[in-house]
């Protein structure tokens, strides 16, 4: 899908559409990604806690400070043992649990702080912190497996260890550089702008921090920062495309989930991969945001586009979205224009007609 080349606002001759292409299907979950991403931007850490029945994934989700992510999704199916449970306890009329919030506690217990509700990366309370010593204490009482004390006192099921693989998918999520980008169209200082190589590029120094692009995204990419409110975004590497270089992320992907390189030819790339993946098994493999029909493009398609095996839901992307901007943008116009007119008609009207004289 090609850009109007009235979009685009730096023009270089001989400049071709970049993009990426990320496989899921190759993705460890190493975040290597991350890491470098953060390190070329100059981008500051999220933190990390460790709790219980936590997730690796200490970044939690995309932000102004957060420009590639790596999402964890377990894919969980409950056991036969657990289906006959829950039948038998709805045959029996079996409820579950009040949930802990304040609506079902009827306001008469105090919420827990503001610190211990945040993401991945949140505080932990006393009653989440593992008991380090006591394990250090159990692995030593048990002695090692085998001589090693590196080693656990109980031996590991590596067959079990190697299914337990399937449980988990990986997706590196990033500014999906749209050709209809919803947060260009609703800038109005043109902080944002369509590169030579048909990247969206947010400019730090001519946001005003007004926010207006943070709704007009619907994969939800766009983030203000908590400190001076300046939004922030993938910029795919545009100082390093200028001088012929890799972005960070896709150099540092030590599996090629990430791929870079002219659009066109990543598209095809991926169709082939598609095909592959069918041939081998993989009948649910398909593409998310590239290689549609023209009446089913995600927001006209997507710079930065993903093979998927799963619903899109599963990784927090709508199955369907559009630019709310692309959307509206002619009746807003007419709207506009059709005020200005009555403005002007309303103030040559003053001129013409003549006034009382006292």
Known sequence: MSVPALDVAVQRPGAERMGFFTDTTVCIGCKACEVACKQWNDLPADGASWRKNASYDHTGTLSASTWRHVRFVERLAPSPE??????????????????????????????????????????????????????????????????NGDRPAEPV??????????????????????????????CPTGALIRTEFHTVLLQPDVCNGCGYCVPACPFGVVDRDAIDGRAGKCTLCYDRLEDGMEPACAKACPTDSIQFGPYEELVDRARGRVVELQERGFDGAYLYGAGDD????????????????????????????????????????LAAVGAGLLAAAGVAAAFLVPGRRG
């Open 82 to 147: 657990d289906r006959t449970a829950a039948r038998e306890a709805l045959e029996r009329g079996a409820g579950g649990q009040v949930p802990g919030i304040a609506a079902a506690r009827g306001g008469r217990e105090q919420p827990p702080p503001v610190e211990a509700l945040g993401g991945a990366g949140a505080g932990v309370d006393a009653g989440e912190m593992p008991d380090l010593v006591a394990m250090a204490e159990r692995g030593a009482s048990a002695g090692p497996a085998s001589g």
């Open 157 to 186: 099921d590596l067959h079990q260890a190697v299914e337990n693989m399937d449980r988990w998918i990986f997706m590196s999520d990033v500014c999906k550089h749209c050709t209809n980008a919803g947060c260009l169209d609703a």
């Open 294 to 333: 023209p009446d089913q493009e995600i927001a006209g398609g997507l710079g930065a586009f993903f093979l998927f095996t799963e619903p899109p839901e599963r990784f927090g992307l709508p199955a369907h979205a559009e630019s709310p901007i692309q959307e509206n943008v002619v009746p807003a116009t």
